[in-house]
Every structure is written in structure tokens, then in C-alpha cells.
């Protein structure tokens, strides 16, 4: 049994035991007029068997498992019975004292037999239905836990597979720049050199956690950006523009990078023809990225990156991605969370 679980049966057993007492103890002032010392006796008794029967209900959870629950009700009330049935026996050796003994007189004796057996099995079972509801309960949490260990492991799949997606073809094409760069300037290749160092970091780096600030992501894209205009020159138009007041707020990781780079795949562009990639910044809770469209026959559109983007923000902010898409152009608006 988890040690949470038992603590709170512990907890439950003695709050409710005192309550659970007073309404067995109840009968013998209402429809009796009995001293009151014998219901202040009676109500211990009571208090010590309804404490009693929490203990051997708890020991039957904690040791021999809930899993069939008619073997749980069964070993309860087999041992309420057994229980009532072994004072019955011992009724007659042990001599209660006088007042008792004058106090039950006022009952007949069918009342002295049978109320008790019905009085502790409607304790026992009081008992059963709030052992239920505890297990029942924790049983959700459990189920809730599980649940959220599943998406956390799902996001960090989705995280594998979107720099699986990202670091072959990526560094490919930028090794070939830099082997480029290299014999034709120098100065431009120690500079692209930094950029893709700082790029590469940050994709190793924001393994830590699965929402980024704003200034962090929108840094790693401005790398991603410089990295591709080295590699396209004039043929990719960039325009961002995002103020201060939203660099504290926060994103899923790879949000902005992986719209850019969606664009930048699945369009045909030229100098004559640029792609304009756009990063703005809507009513200070939410990013716009857009493009004009300018279809790549030979590319072929699964929208994996875009997909997998969206069940990641939908896992940890519960939210999606809004995306417009037209036939001259394409945009995707992020919703920025709160920091913390």
C-alpha cells in the first residue's frame, strides 16, 4: 500500500471513529432513559470497536489487497461477526459492574443480542463505503499521475523527433556553407562558425525543460534566421519585430524555429521571387508567424514539424496552434503563456 494512502486511512480512522461511536451510542439515550455515566460507557465501548473494525479493514487493504472486493467484504463482516459472537461467550465470565447490569435491565433481551450485531455491521459498513470512496480517489489521482508521466514522455518524443527531423538535413546544408564560406571569406565563415556553435548549444541545452522564454526561443530563431541568410542571400526576406514586454513570457520550445523553418521548406523561392517570413507580436499574448506562399512542387508537404508542434502546446499549455492558411499566404498564431 502506498504509505500516502495509509497515512490518510490512519487519519480518516481517527477522526470518524468518535462520530461513527456517537451514532451507535445514540439509541440508548433516545429511546431509553439510561444514567449517563453508562452512555458515556457505552459510547468507549463503541469507540473501541469502531476503531477495532478500522484497523482490521485498513490491515486487510494494507496486507491481503483489495483487488476482489467480495473477499474484503467477506474477511469485514466475517470478522464483525465473530468478533460480536466471542463477547457473547464472554458475556457471561466477565461481570459487568452494577450500573450496567441495572442499566440493561430496561432492555429486553432479544434488544441486548440483536442490536448490537445490526449496530455493528452498519458501523462496519459505514466503514467499507468510506474505505471505497478513499481508494476510489486515490485511485483517479493514480490514474492522473499516470497519465501526465505518459504525456511528459510522449512531449519528450516529440522533442526526439523534432530535432531528429532538424539536425541531419540542417547541418548538412550548413557544413556545406561554412566548407563554402571557408575558401571564398574567411572573416563571414568564423561568424557563421558562432552562429551555428550558439544554435547547436541551445538545441542541446533546452533539453532542461519543455517551455522556453520568449527571448530565449526568439535568440534561437534570430541564429536560425542568420544561419539561413548566409545560405539564401536575398531570396528570404526576414521581418521580426517583438518588443521587450513579452520577452518574460513563455512558449514551447522550437515554436518559433519550426514555423520558420516550415516556411522556408515547403516554398519555392528565388531573388526575384523572395519569401517573406514575418515574426510580429499580437495584442501582447501572442505571436504571428506568416509567409506568402509560393508552392515547392518537389517537396512533399506531410506537415509533420507543424503537427507535431501543435500536439506538444496542446499537451503543455492546452491550447493549439491557430493556423490560416489561404492561397497566397500561410500564418500560424502562438499563444504566449505566462512566466513563472
Known amino acids: 500500500m ?178 563554402s564560406l571557408i575558401k571564398e571569406n574567411p572573416d563571414e565563415a568564423e561568424n557563421y562558425s558562432i552562429k551555428l556553435s550558439e544554435f547547436l548549444r541551445y538545441s542541446v541545452e533546452v533539453h532542461k525543460s519543455d517551455l522556453v522564454s520568449v527571448e530565449q526561443e526568439l535568440k534561437f530563431t534570430n541564429d536560425y534566421i542568420d544561419l539561413q541568410k548566409v545560405r539564401f542571400g536575398s531570396s528570404v526576406i526576414f521581418d521580426v519585430n517583438i518588443p521587450y514586454t513579452v520577452y518574460k513570457m513563455q512558449l514551447p520550445a522550437y515554436a518559433l524555429q519550426t514555423l520558420v523553418e516550415n516556411a522556408i521548406k515547403h516554398n519555392a523561392f528565388t531573388e526575384k521571387r523572395p519569401l517573406r517570413i514575418s515574426i510580429h507580436c499580437i495584442d501582447d499574448d501572442a505571436i504571428l508567424v506568416s509567409n506568402n506562399k509560393m508552392f515547392a512542387k518537389a517537396v512533399e508537404t506531410t506537415g509533420t514539424g507543424l503537427k507535431n508542434l501543435n500536439q506538444r502546446y496542446r499537451i503543455i499549455a492546452n491550447k493549439e496552434i491557430e493556423v490560416t492558411d489561404t492561397k497566397d499566404a500561410f500564418s500560424a498564431k502562438v499563444h504566449l503563456l505566462n512566466g513563472h
Open 2 to 179: 502506498d504509505s500516502a494512502l495509509y497515512k490518510r486511512l490512519i487519519r480518516t480512522a481517527l477522526i470518524s471513529t468518535p462520530i461513527i461511536a456517537l451514532y451507535g451510542a445514540t439509541p440508548f439515550y433516545v429511546f431509553n432513559k439510561v444514567p449517563p455515566f453508562f452512555i458515556l460507557v457505552s459510547g468507549l465501548v463503541i469507540m473501541l470497536n469502531v476503531f477495532i473494525f478500522w484497523c482490521i479493514n485498513i490491515a486487510i487493504i494494507r496486507y491481503a489487497g483489495v483487488e476482489k472486493r467480495w473477499k474484503w467484504y467477506l474477511f469485514s463482516y466475517g470478522f464483525v461477526v465473530t468478533f460480536h459472537g466471542l463477547l457473547i461467550l464472554l458475556r457471561p465470565i466477565l461481570q459487568p459492574p452494577s450500573f450496567i447490569a441495572e442499566a440493561e435491565l430496561s432492555f429486553k433481551r432479544d434488544i441486548l443480542i440483536a442490536y448490537p450485531v445490526f449496530s455493528m455491521l452498519a458501523m462496519n459498513t459505514i466503514i467499507l463505503i468510506i474505505c471505497n470512496s478513499i481508494l476510489a480517489t486515490q485511485k483517479n489521482k493514480s490514474a492522473e499521475i499516470e497519465i501526465q508521466e505518459l504525456k511528459l514522455s510522449n512531449l519528450e518524443a516529440q522533442k526526439q523527433v523534432l530535432l531528429q527531423q532538424l539536425q541531419p538535413h540542417f547541418l548538412f546544408n550548413t557544413l556545406s556553407v561554412l566548407k
